[in-house]
């Protein structure tokens, strides 16, 4: 007598397999955004405090744009005791951060990642946009 599994039990069991691989696949895409939004959170806040350690020093905000230039190289401001990051880091999605000045007076600062579109706005929830205001101290 021959053992083994029929082809009706083989079809089951694959059947089982693939459901349950499917119930996982949404399940790990929104583990993964969590973990991407997480990193860019904490990425926006190391450039915050940098921002906040470069105007404690220099009186001077960094320059606006995506390239870290004020914290990674002096940008001309007197106490210069940088660099304030060690390397201008890129968002999950590979853009780089950005820093915005309003141009008001008194600057408003904010860091920024626009996500996987690397535009402002999206309909798509790892489209989101992440911004940290880094404002002045004004009692200083």
Known sequence: MKRGFTLIELLIVIGIIVALAGA??????????????AKVQAELD?????????????????VAGT????????AGGGNWTGP????????PWGYPYRIIDTGTNPPVISAACWGSNNATGGSLPSEADFSVLVAPNRNR
């Open 46 to 62: 190391a450039i915050k405090s940098a921002c906040i350690m470069m105007h404690y020093d220099t009186g001077t905000w960094p």
């Open 67 to 74: 390239s870290g230039a004020g914290l990674l190289t002096s």
């Open 84 to 91: 304030y990051l060690d390397t201008w880091a890129k968002d």
């Open 24 to 37: 996982m696949i949404p399940m790990l895409t929104t583990t993964k955004l969590t973990a991407q939004q």
